[in-house]
């Protein structure tokens, strides 16, 4: 999820290259869990807050 969004960021939407392979068919809700139960939830969010495209 964190490589996916990195992706989607630098591209700015879609990806048909990079994540050609990458299921990204989740739920938000399931993977705010997922990050969050594996740690990584507080770096994706300043990933998100950080960006400049917004």
Avoid: F, N
């Avoid at 964190?2 to 299921?23: H, K």
């Avoid at 939830?41 to 998100?48: E, F, K, S, V």
């Amino acid at each position: 999820m964190m490589a996916t969004t990195v992706v989607w960021m630098y591209r700015a939407g879609p990806d048909s290259i990079w994540l050609r392979r990458v299921p990204c068919t989740w739920k938000a809700s399931e993977a705010l869990h997922y990050m969050r139960d594996t740690g990584c939830l507080a770096a994706w969010l300043q990933l998100i807050a950080r960006y400049p495209g917004w």
